[in-house]
């Protein structure tokens, strides 16, 4: 059957990936946060979509997780010499995504079809759907003020304590009809190890989408992005102390508890599988860290299993 994957940037694209080597091949949606889109110079940036995209196409900057592989930077040194702020590091070739995505967006077509447009011309099987087609836009409340989500994750650094989260515009976004025919089709819905909060949190915040998964008749899981206490990249274990969740597979489960029936979690942490257990949540131990493509393949095929017994 079908399997619906919910994932943001690096961590969620390298499960996605997973689940295509897999097998899933044509049979996975991944629906992708929408929240950490931009405008740069003119142009319509969409990192989680390009990151799933890049790795599902296999031209993905592995050094990085986002970006293409091999791709150089001509342009942004142009842009430099005009006297523009370059903090934000936009390859040549990913300037290519932009410029087409744009064109198309500003024609009127829905960021849902110009995200399968672009992914087919690529090659990529799977499906790929953005959370929705409205603008969304994460605010993250500092000491410094209200930063914009790019401009707190990469011009600042992560440097500044997370205080709050909004997502700016949800109240108006809207399921798509791609992703409610992709959660009606599923017979698993997986959620990646992605931020919790940031990457997880606004598709889950679209109206709808959160009551969606409690309603699902089919089994919903999760990879844990936590493992042995950290983040293994970025800011998630920061963000979820400063926000007073547990840094722990325990924590994340806790927020996914009114809809999740299981999860994995990684091997260092299975002394926490008796606590999970008991919030009446499945729970399988595995090595989660994904290095190659083979460890890609083993944790998709981990939870899969996880999420076919549960049916
Ligand atoms: P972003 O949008 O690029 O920040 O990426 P995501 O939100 O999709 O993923 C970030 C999260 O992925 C971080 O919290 C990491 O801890 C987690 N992560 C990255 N690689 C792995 C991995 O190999 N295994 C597990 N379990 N988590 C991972
Ligand atoms: N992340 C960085 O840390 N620095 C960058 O300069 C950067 C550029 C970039 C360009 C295109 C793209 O699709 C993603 C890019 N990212 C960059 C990654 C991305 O913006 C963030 O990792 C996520 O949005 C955080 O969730
Ligand atoms: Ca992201």
Not at 224 to 249: C, F, T, Y
Request: hydrophobic fraction near 45%; include cysteine; charged fraction near 20%.
């Amino acid at each position: 059957g079908r399997v619906v994957a919910l994932a943001g940037g690096v961590g969620g694209a390298k499960l996605a990936h997973g689940l295509l080597l897999a097998g899933l091949d044509d049979r996975l949606d991944v629906v992708v946060n929408t929240a950490d889109d931009f405008q740069l110079y003119g142009l319509h940036i969409s990192p989680d979509l390009d990151t799933v995209m890049y790795t599902l196409a296999g031209i993905a900057n592995p050094a990085t997780g986002w970006g293409i592989l091999g791709d150089t930077a001509a342009t942004l040194g142009m842009i430099g010499r005009y006297g523009r702020s370059t903090w934000f590091w936009l390859g040549d070739r990913d300037l290519a995504t932009h410029i087409l995505r744009t064109e198309r967006l500003r024609a009127g077509t829905r960021l849902t079809e110009v995200t399968a447009e672009l992914a087919t011309a690529l090659g990529v099987t799977a499906r790929i759907l953005p959370m929705c087609d409205e603008p969304v836009a994460t605010l993250v409340e500092t000491p410094a003020g209200l930063l914009e989500f790019q401009d707190y994750f990469v011009r600042r650094r992560q440097q500044d304590t997370v205080l709050g989260i909004r997502f700016e515009g949800v109240e108006h976004a809207r399921m798509t009809q791609e992703v409610e025919r992709a959660l009606a089709e599923a017979t698993a819905i997986i959620l990646c190890p992605s931020n919790p909060l940031v990457s997880i949190g606004p598709i889950l915040a679209v109206p709808g989408f959160r009551e969606r998964l409690r309603a699902a008749e089919v089994p919903v899981v999760a990879v844990s992005p936590i493992v042995g206490g950290q983040a293994l990249k970025g800011p998630a274990d920061r963000m979820l102390a400063s926000l007073g969740h547990e840094v722990s597979p325990l924590g994340v489960a806790r927020l996914y508890q009114d809809f999740l029936d299981g999860i994995l979690i990684d091997q260092l942490d299975d002394e926490l599988a008796p606590a999970i257990a008991e919030m009446g949540i499945a729970v399988q131990v595995a090595d989660t860290v994904m290095r190659t493509d083979d460890d890609r393949r083993r944790v998709a095929r981990a939870v899969l299993d996880l999420a076919r017994g549960l049916v």
